[in-house]
Every structure is written in C-alpha cells, then in structure tokens.
T-cell receptor, first 115, second 112 residues
Framework: DGGITQSPKYLFRKEGQNVTLSCEQN?????MYWYRQDPGQGLRLIYY???????QKGDIAEGYSVSREKKESFPLTVTSAQKNPTAFYLC??????????????FGPGTRLLVL | KQEVTQIPAALSVPEGENLVLNCSFT??????LQWFRQDPGKGLTSLLL?????REQTSGRLNASLDKSSGRSTLYIAASQPGDSATYLC???????????FGSGTQLTVLP
C-alpha cells in the first residue's frame, strides 16, 4: 500500500530530552512537510523540504530540527529548546507541483506529551 | 499578514440537512485552496482542491466554491449523514509561497 507512515503514535518526553518523530513515505513524492496542531487550532508549518538534502524553516521552526538524507524519510527532532512541545504532529508529502496542481497527503500523526 | 478564517468553530445539524461551511482569506492572490477532513486523533484527508483559475469543484455530495475577489470559499455538503461528522479544515496556498496556510477548522456534528 502506498502512503505515509508516522511513528510512534504516542511519544512521551522528559524535561530536557530530545525526541525524534519518524515520517516515511512510499509515494515517490519530492516534497515533505511537518506541521504542529494544537487543540482547536489549525495546522502550523514547522519545516518543509522540496528535495533531498534541502529544507526550509516554516512559521514555528524554533526548538525543532529536521534532516532529509533520503527521499522517503523526513524525521523531526523536538529539542529541549522547545519549551511547549505538547501537541499533535502531522507529516505530509506532495509531488513537485505542476501548474496549479498540488495535493498534500497526510500521515496519521504522532501525539507528543511531556512527562 | 496572510490569514485563513473559518466560522463557525462548531456546527450541529440534523441528518439529511444540506449545509455550508465557510472559509475566508485575506489575500486574493492565491495559488490554490484545499478542503480537508480530519477525524478525531487522525491525520487529514484531502476532499477537494480548487485551482486559482477555477470557481468550483465537485466530488459526490461535496461542492466547493471559490470567489477570489471577495476572499471566500464555501464547502457545500448535500444530504448530510452522521458519517460526515468530523472537523473540516480549509487551507490556502498564497501567491508563490510553498506552504499551505490553514484555518482553525469547523467541527461538524450530524445528529441521527
């Protein structure tokens, strides 16, 4: 089955700890994205990558880091510098847009909780 | 600042009713607009994507319209069913921006 997988489904972080959220896609998409969703709010972009070995900051990149060493994978690290990490994290991917076409496909999400 | 607004935040309707969800955006220079559905604790599912040159898109009981001049889009759901209960999110790609800007969503409950 083609799609986007995220793991783990739930993640617990201790004070001062870095944690990494996994995102893998087998859709052969060029672009990948990380969003954060807080209760009752829309999604806010953390980082995105249009091609391997390249990524750009989104609106709320502080306290997060990413890498894009493979086309299929775009892991997100929540560092200890992120003081309010409790949220639902969503990964998405899309083809490089042709004309005006671009649909983003989303993974099932990871819920991060602070102990 | 480019923003996307969805009102109301929550809506309850009886089964079988036709309904309209609203989305407004602050800049008419958009690239495209997308409607998503999100079930509780789940990821997003794309429903409809409207290109900037289009005025509407249809899929089954769903119809999305786009009016760039007024900065509005609507999602029309015909003959609503309890299975339509979910949060509906509107997202806009502004101008040459690579990313989507999301509204905060409308939580829809269809009562049997």
């Amino acid at each position: 089955d083609g799609g986007i997988t995220q793991s783990p489904k739930y993640l617990f972080r201790k004070e001062g700890q870095n944690v990494t959220l996994s995102c893998e896609q087998n859709l052969n998409h060029d672009a990948m994205y990380w969003y954060r969703q807080d209760p009752g709010q829309g999604l806010r972009l953390i980082y995105y990558s249009q091609i391997v070995n390249d990524f750009q900051k989104g609106d709320i990149a502080e306290g997060y880091s990413v890498s894009r060493e493979k086309k299929e994978s775009f892991p997100l690290t929540v560092t200890s510098a992120q003081k309010n990490p409790t949220a639902f994290y969503l990964c998405a991917s899309s083809m490089t847009p042709r004309d005006h076409e671009e649909t983003q496909y989303f993974g099932p999400g990871t819920r991060l909780l602070v102990l | 600042k480019q923003e996307v607004t969805q009102i109301p935040a929550a809506l309850s309707v009886p089964e079988g009713e036709n309904l309209v969800l609203n989305c407004s955006f602050t800049d008419s220079a958009i690239y495209n607009l997308q409607w998503f559905r999100q079930d509780p604790g789940k990821g997003l599912t794309s429903l409809l994507l409207i290109q900037s040159s289009q005025r509407e898109q249809t899929s089954g009981r769903l119809n999305a319209s786009l009016d760039k001049s007024s900065g509005r889009s609507t999602l029309y759901i015909a003959a609503s069913q309890p299975g339509d209960s979910a949060t509906y999110l509107c997202a806009v790609r502004f101008g040459s921006a690579r990313q989507l800007t999301f509204g905060s969503g409308t939580q829809l409950t269809v009562l049997p």
